[in-house]
């Protein structure tokens, strides 16, 4: 079946510094890719996506490029911030507008 | 507030009890989810609706576990009989159909078995 694999955490930052999340995924299809991000005390909430091959998504500064040939949608922020702190998930949905498959979720933490 | 809400957001009970929890959807959604997650994982996917119809049920959905949307609007999940195995984090998403796929999460309802 479909699955997606991140990288462990935690991972620990100082602010400012470069920042990346592994994500690959296992699918049958072509799925559309997301990346979603639980800050503390909240509920999950949509950080970008992409539906096909080659799109980047971005949003806040943070960036995933869809690569289909290394099935691979790692998640990029140059500067991160203290208020990134969260736990991010990685996240393929295969059929339009069905269920998602997450993986794990990455928890990060930024130091001032 | 016009996001997904749940309730309750905190649920103790003691094994063998039965419990309900309910979604309602962002208003204009037509198809609704429910996943489980428990601690230190993704989410994993339980069941969903399109309007009134569930579409879908996971192989996680035992016997025990019950879920309505009977006018398509706001949905229930009912556990019977629980077990401690079931202490986890029930969340509701809603979506609308035709819209690439992005589901609205709501703050989800926590479950702890005793």
């Known amino acids: 079946g479909d699955s997606v694999t991140q990288m462990e955490g935690p991972v620990t930052l100082s602010e400012e510094a470069f920042l990346t999340i592994n994500c690959t995924y296992t699918a049958t299809g072509y799925p559309s890719l997301f990346w979603y991000v639980q800050y503390p005390g909240e509920g999950l909430q949509l950080l970008l996506k992409a539906t096909k091959a080659d799109d980047k998504g971005s949003n806040k500064g943070f960036e995933a490029t869809y690569r289909k040939e290394t099935t691979s949608f790692h998640l990029e922020k140059g500067s991160v911030q203290v208020s990134d702190s969260a736990v991010y998930f990685c996240a393929l949905s295969e059929i339009h507008g069905q269920n998602f498959v997450f993986g794990p979720g990455t928890r990060l933490s930024v130091l001032p | 507030d016009t996001g997904v809400s749940q309730d309750p957001r905190h649920k103790i009970t003691k094994r063998g009890q039965n419990v309900t929890f309910r979604c309602d959807p962002i208003?204009?959604?037509?198809?609704l989810y429910w996943y489980r997650q428990t601690l230190g994982q993704g989410p994993e996917f339980l069941t969903y609706f399109q309007n009134e119809a569930q579409l879908e049920k996971s192989r996680l959905l035992s016997d025990r576990f019950s879920a309505e949307r009977p006018k398509g609007s706001f949905s229930t999940l009912e556990i019977q009989r629980t077990e401690q195995g079931d202490s986890a984090m029930y969340l509701c998403a809603s979506s609308l159909y035709g819209e690439d796929n992005e589901q609205f999460f709501g703050p989800g309802t926590r479950l702890t078995v005793l």
């Open positions: 208003s204009e959604h037509n198809r």
